[in-house]
């Protein structure tokens, strides 16, 4: 079965510095979203991904992060001047084309663990 | 804006069957119900989905009355490696997932 990979598995870095975060979606997928889950709290959207524009943010996805599809395959987050409160879980998730009547869900990966000194 | 609610932990035996409830609050006419779960490091992996009455899979069955202001998870015969954090979401037409703080279920022996 297809799965979303996303590299690195743990990312260290210090304070203030940049990190991106990539994830290679399912291939057929359009539709790509990071997702972000503090230690021991719930998952919460970041931001939603189509036909090369953020199509839906949420307010935790201000001007300190930003997405891209560099290629035809990876699918990254770029958190600038990091803070130690970023220090979380990062997930990706891909789905096909959706519609109403559709029954086709968000796949995830199984995360980057970004630990911020 | 949807909001969904779910008992923050269930306990069961192997072998048994599970009901995970979950109650909905502004549900719109056209959103999915969908449950995910979450195994610890891992990200979420999809369980089932549905829009109203009984959809059935392979690995568990869902059931939505009517009024959809609440859908109940059912896990037949669970097993330990059924341990886990299961979250009821409601997806809104532009497919944004609307997350809980989920059930954290332990199978006991």
């Known amino acids: 079965e297809p799965e979303v990979t996303q590299t690195p598995s743990h990312q260290v870095t210090q304070m203030g510095q940049e990190v991106i975060l990539r994830c290679v979606p399912i291939s057929n997928h359009l539709y790509f979203y990071w997702y972000r889950q503090i230690l021991g709290q719930k998952v919460e959207f970041l931001v939603s991904?189509?036909?090369?524009?953020?199509?839906?943010k949420s307010e935790i996805f201000d001007d300190q992060f930003s997405v891209e599809r560099p290629d035809g395959s990876n699918f990254t987050l770029k958190i600038r001047s990091t803070k130690l409160e970023d220090s979380a879980m990062y997930f990706c998730?891909?789905?096909?084309?959706?519609?109403?009547?559709?029954?086709?869900?968000?796949?995830f990966g199984d995360g980057t663990r970004l630990s911020i000194l | 804006l949807a909001k969904t609610t779910q008992p923050i932990s269930m306990d069961s035996y192997e072998g048994q069957e599970v009901n995970i409830t979950c109650s909905h609050n502004n549900i719109a006419t056209n959103d999915y119900i969908t449950w995910y779960q979450q195994f610890p490091s891992q990200g979420p992996r999809f369980i089932i989905q549905?829009?109203?009455?009984?959809v059935t899979n392979e690995v568990a069955s869902l059931f939505i009355p009517a009024d959809r202001k609440s859908s109940t998870l059912s896990l037949p015969r669970v097993s330990l490696s059924d341990t886990a954090v299961y979250y009821c979401?409601?997806?809104?037409?532009?497919?944004?997932?609307?997350w809980g703080a989920g059930t954290k279920l332990i199978i006991k022996p």
């Open positions: 549905g829009y109203k009455t009984k």
């Open positions: 979401l409601a997806r809104t037409s532009n497919y944004q997932l609307i």
């Open positions: 998730a891909s789905s096909a084309l959706l519609s109403r009547d559709s029954n086709q869900p968000q796949h």
């Open positions: 991904f189509y036909n090369n524009e953020i199509s839906e």
